[in-house]
Nanobody, 122 residues
Framework: QVHLVESGGGLVQPGGSLRLSCAAS????????IGWFRQAPGKEREGVSC????????SYSDSVLGRFTISRDNAKNTVYLQMNSLKPEDTGVYYC???????????????WGKGTLVTVSS
């Protein structure tokens, strides 16, 4: 019903910044919850940030709070993740996900993109 495509990943030095984009097509993101997740090599997927398209409320994991910012552009049907002060432990594949039933982000979100790789290294 909705197709998600992430972009903006790449190689960045510690302390640098990147902005990831999640473009949705096929269905509007209104009345949905949208989350960013990441998976490091050999590790389990974990939640990073979440935003409600209904009221604009946001949430962040403790490890990224104060460094990352999630936002949306309703006209473009796109969600962003601004990542500042990047650390090597931020390295991994970043995914966006969408759900139209629940009001909070969770690992069992209904729709997922294929991910974009972020590497933080000197």
């Amino acid at each position: 019903q909705v197709h998600l495509v992430e972009s903006g990943g790449g190689l960045v030095q510690p302390g640098g910044s990147l902005r990831l984009s999640c473009a949705a097509s096929g269905r509007t993101l209104d009345h949905s919850i949208i989350g960013w997740f990441r998976q490091a090599p050999g590790k389990e997927r974990e939640g990073v940030s979440c935003i409600s398209a209904t009221d604009g409320s946001t949430s962040y994991s403790d490890s990224v709070l104060g460094r990352f910012t999630i936002s949306r552009d309703n006209a473009k049907n796109t969600v962003y993740l601004q990542m500042n002060s990047l650390k090597p432990e931020d390295t991994g594949v970043y995914y966006c996900a969408v759900d139209y039933f629940y009001s909070v982000c969770r690992l069992s979100m209904s729709y997922w993109g294929k991910g974009t790789l972020v590497t933080v290294s000197s």
